[in-house]
């Protein structure tokens, strides 16, 4: 008996063996001959004749070719060698028709490439966890039930510090200052230009409690988290590549932010971005520890995270958050705010919003696999009936029916590797691309590679894909009867309708699909355009903004004076219309303060914060807000004269309900500003959300929380950004190198995740169409070719040219028609389903479905005229004479 | 059905390969089933191609080693001998066919009586 060893020793030879055939073959060529040499030898000793004695060897020796089948059998991996057998046959199959093999890889590699960069988005956004220390306790707290702007959603230092305190679900409460562009730590210096940065504030477990490590250095101690600590800085893996080349040595020295020196402590990982999670579309390049006693006066300024107890759900979380909330405000009678938190775990945050949206884009491209697979079931139907006669040799001589699907199935897996290959060097440059595109706002973008899950799905589906299209035509022929086959019967007849029936389902599901992606498209589309329509109450066309820098010490006679001062040199420049100066620009950043009329009694809960922006005069003009009445500011308005307040028309109908507000008084964080002027609603944080309630106060009367100089230019933007910073620099040397933004850019950034999908299905949809029209064409054309006989003899008989050609062309709309119809009644289901995904369109836009047909019939009607005028063009007597 | 059969042809032929090695050391293909047929007196009549299947198996498994040489003729041919290995391996097998043919033997002959009745 063979014992275990043994077999492994046997196993491991064999694998040997088969991977070294040659050498192995030669080496049993020569024993042979030398196995014949010695039977021939012997032979000759007795006595047998020459010939006898080769031949008497010979018989003996029994057949060579199967001894040495046999041989290798023994020896090596038959089952293995068998699939070579029919790689290397495929291959050579389809090396012999280059064309249709080249067609077939190509359209197998848009529709497996497509899905692999799907994927790879649905992988990074959705599916994967997110890059943190077991994500799945990481919980996102939301104030204000999460309603309303940054102000809103965000809490105190003192409410943070009583929910750390109180709280039993949490393992860690962690926050963040997402008010970013603070000038405390906005601008670097002393290292080459002046740099602007992105920074962020975070509380001293923020790191700890993501169980984020730095790749260098360490983390913030408790001191430098103190107020009067040694100020602390860490590093972003890119911005230390970008600004110190990524030199370790930088860890432990000072740098100066905002002319303070700061302590670099560590460098985070490159797996850490901070943007990508929290804020997509920024780069963040500093982190810098929240001094809370610091922001303590400064309302609410803290975005709270929490990581779970081991064991405790969100649900419970929320569940002991209701409770305690109320508890913590009833014991501060002075909070302005009661935090009612409505908590969800981190990912959902995150990228729970676009769920629906990635499915959808799953979806459509899942239906290009599909539609696809029955393009090529169809041109390998067609291939199929033209190789019938090779088949039934093939099975006259032997070949089982198994044997036969197994030879159609590698050809199929042959094409779909070549398809998935290609496809996944088209998904790696797709991926590629969608990395470096800051410009889109969706979260983790950045991160998206084709991984090893990417991989695992390119075979999954190139497997799925072969077999789907390659089963049925293999069935078919090998199901076939050889007799027929050899014959050669059904040619240049219309027999064969089975054939054709099978065909004409493929194409009936093709269109159908196609209708089906169009539609959605469509829909999504004119969804899309709908947004770009959506007046923003200001004209980002020809606007620009640059964050600018100055130093006012704090007092606002000073700033007034630097303000109008860098105004005045900027508005001197040549081809620049108008300028002012804005904290925040609009769908940027926003923050609320409270607002209310004086003298009116509010209802709990009637009180409303509204977004806040400290404007110079001459900003409202320059980013081409409407002025509906009264005045702009001025500057008389000093930080001495009567503190002025522009609103916004929703905040009149708000405060003021039936009233003019012009002259009222309007009590801001409690202090008297009296209403100056009225403006056009705003889409001050959402270009899809309506307005909220907007103010606009002075520079000189508030403090603006960073600068943006926006300016409204007669050239393109970026022909004036050198000569603008030429400017800015002569009056202060220290200006940052900062970008210089096209308004257009903010408001291109907040569409660009409703453009990102709307884009994608749209050529989805019309990669659908195509294949479809291809489909379309193949089928028609295949069927005219099959009854060039007939039409012929029709033609023969006196059909005229018109009547054939409208016969092919009946045909095609026949089946386009219930193609369509079909689509269409999955259209109006997939309407329903993606309505959340729609901006002032109807699921059942009239348009989008009638466009979808027009366009479906348009194509089909030319993808049928084609062999339909081949087929008039057929000469009978050729056709008869044919065969 | 005749895979069965071949199995046990299989199994067969490579005893007989092990025990013709044993017995006459070091040989070619050519020299063993020269050997094997006469020591059955011709009753085998072997398809002489088969052995390098046969042999090709039992080196995989260890149990004869294969070596490049000369014979006595001048002529290169590729010998093989038994292992150690194939030494315990014969034994066992050897065991197990006697035990068999003795055991076939005895049934064999029971059904002899029967059928004297």
């Keep these: 008996m063979i014992g275990a060893i043994d077999s492994l020793r046997q196993a491991l030879a064999r694998l040997r063996a088969f991977s070294r055939q040659a050498p192995l073959d030669r080496d049993l060529d020569a024993e042979v001959a030398a196995h014949l040499a010695f039977a021939i030898e012997e032979n000759l000793r007795r006595g047998f004749s020459p010939e006898e004695a080769s031949r008497q060897a010979l018989v003996r020796f029994g057949g060579i070719a199967q001894s040495k089948e046999r041989h290798r059998e023994a020896r090596g991996l038959p089952v293995l060698d068998v699939l070579l057998q029919d790689l290397r046959y495929a291959l050579r199959t389809l090396r012999r028709d280059r064309g249709f093999a080249s067609a077939a890889v190509l359209i197998l590699a848009l529709g497996i490439g497509a899905n692999i960069a799907v994927f790879s988005v649905v992988n990074t956004i959705l599916l994967r966890p997110l890059p943190f220390r077991d994500p799945q306790r990481l919980v996102w707290m939301a104030g204000n039930r999460g309603a309303g702007g940054l102000s809103g959603v965000t809490y105190t230092v003192a409410a943070y510090e009583e929910f750390q305190r109180h709280n039993r679900s949490f393992q860690d409460v962690t926050a963040y200052d997402p008010f970013f562009g603070d000038s405390d730590f906005n601008k670097l210096t002393g290292r080459g230009e002046p740099q602007e940065l992105a920074g962020v504030r975070v509380a001293g477990n923020f790191f700890p409690t993501l169980g984020v490590q730095p790749a260098l250095g360490r983390l913030f101690t408790a001191e430098e988290c103190q107020k009067g600590g040694r100020p602390a800085v860490l590093l972003g893996h890119f911005f230390w590549q970008r600004q110190f080349a990524a030199d370790p040595a930088i860890v432990g020295q000072p740098i100066i932010l905002n002319n303070r020196p700061v302590t670099v402590v560590g460098v985070l990982p490159a797996s850490f971005d901070f943007g990508s999670v929290f804020s997509p579309g920024l780069k963040m390049d500093i982190y810098v520890p929240a001094i809370m006693d610091e922001l303590r006066n400064w309302g609410n300024t803290l975005t709270m995270m929490g990581r779970l107890k081991p064991g405790v759900t969100v649900a419970q979380a929320q569940a002991e958050v209701d409770i305690l909330m109320p508890q913590i405000r009833a014991a501060h009678k002075d909070w302005y705010n009661d935090y009612a938190t409505a908590m969800t775990g981190l990912k959902d945050h995150v990228s729970g919003k676009l769920r629906r949206s990635l499915v959808v884009l799953w979806c459509a491209v899942g239906m290009i696999l599909l539609i696809v697979c029955v393009n090529l079931s169809n041109l390998l139907l067609a291939r199929a009936a033209a190789r019938g006669k090779e088949f039934a040799l093939r099975s006259a001589l032997g070949a089982g029916r198994a044997r036969i699907v197994r030879q159609l199935l590698t050809e199929s897996l042959v094409l779909a590797s070549g398809g998935a290959v290609l496809g996944l060097g088209i998904a790696f440059a797709v991926t590629w691309y969608l990395a470096r595109q800051g410009s889109i706002a969706l979260p983790l973008l950045s991160t998206i590679r084709v991984d090893g899950a990417a991989l695992g799905w390119t075979l999954l589906i190139a497997l799925a894909a072969a077999v789907l299209f390659g089963l049925a035509p293999s069935l078919k022929i090998s199901g076939g009867n050889l007799q027929d086959a050899l014959k050669d019967a059904g040619h240049g007849m219309s027999a064969g309708r089975k054939h054709d029936r099978m065909r004409a389902v493929l194409v009936v599901s093709e269109v159908a699909l196609a209708c089906v992606l169009l539609v959605g498209a469509g829909l999504l589309l004119r969804s899309f355009l709908r947004v770009l329509d959506v007046d923003l109450g200001f004209q980002p066309s020809r606007a620009a903004a640059i964050k600018i820098d100055y130093n006012d010490g704090g007092k606002p006679e000073r700033r007034g004076a630097i303000l109008q001062e860098i105004l005045r040199r900027v508005s001197a420049i040549p081809g620049i219309q108008s300028a002012g100066i804005v904290d925040m620009l609009p769908l940027d950043r926003n923050r609320s303060w409270g607002l209310q009329a004086k003298g009116r009694i509010y209802r709990k809960g009637e009180a409303q914060d509204a977004f806040v922006y400290i404007v110079t005069p001459g900003y409202l003009g320059a980013i081409g807000m409407q002025r509906r009445e009264g005045r702009d500011f001025s500057w008389q308005d000093t930080p001495t004269s009567e503190p002025p307040v522009i609103i916004n028309q929703a905040a009149a109908r708000y405060h003021w309900p039936g009233e003019d507000p012009l002259g009222h008084i309007a009590l801001v964080n409690g202090k008297d500003f009296r209403v100056v002027g009225v403006i056009s609603d705003v889409r001050e944080s959402s270009v899809e959300a309506g307005s909220g309630i907007e103010m606009y106060l002075p520079a000189t009367q508030a403090e603006p929380e960073g600068a943006e100089l926006v300016v409204r230019t007669q050239l393109p933007p970026e022909a004036l950004a050198s000569s603008l910073m030429r400017t800015l620099r002569a009056y202060n040397p220290e200006q940052p190198a900062a970008e210089f933004r096209p308004i257009q850019s903010i408001v291109d950034h907040a569409v660009s995740p409703r453009r990102f999908f709307a884009l994608l299905v749209a050529v989805f949809a019309g990669l659908g169409l195509l294949l479809a029209s291809l489909g379309i064409y193949g089928v028609i054309s295949y069927s005219v070719t099959r009854q060039t006989q007939e039409i012929g003899i029709r033609m023969a008989l006196g059909a005229t040219t018109e009547r054939v050609q409208l016969g092919v062309i009946a045909r095609t709309m026949r089946l386009v028609l219930v193609g369509i119809a079909v689509g269409s009644i999955t259209s109006v289901v997939a309407a329903k389903w993606i309505a959340a995904l729609l901006f002032k369109t109807e699921p059942s836009d009239p348009l989008a479905f009638a466009g979808t047909v027009l366009l479906l019939g348009g194509v089909a009607l030319v993808a049928g005229y084609i062999p339909a005028r081949r087929a008039s063009r057929i000469d009978p007597m050729v056709a008869l004479r044919g065969n | ?117």
Excluded: C
């Design chain 2, 1 to 117: 059905m005749p895979e069965k059969k071949l199995d046990l042809l299989q199994g067969t032929l490579d005893l007989m390969v092990l025990q013709t090695l044993a017995a006459m050391g070091s040989l070619h293909g050519y020299g063993i089933a020269r050997r094997i047929e006469q020591s059955s007196g011709d009753a085998v009549l072997l398809n002489q191609g088969t052995i390098y299947a046969s042999l090709v198996r039992l080196q995989q498994r260890g149990w004869i080693s294969a070596e490049w040489g000369t014979s006595d003729n001048n002529r290169k041919a590729k010998f093989y001998s038994i292992t150690k290995r194939g030494r315990k391996q014969l034994a066992q097998e050897a065991a197990y066919w006697q035990r068999l043919s003795s055991v076939m033997g005895r049934v064999l002959a029971m059904q002899d009586e029967g059928g004297d009745r």
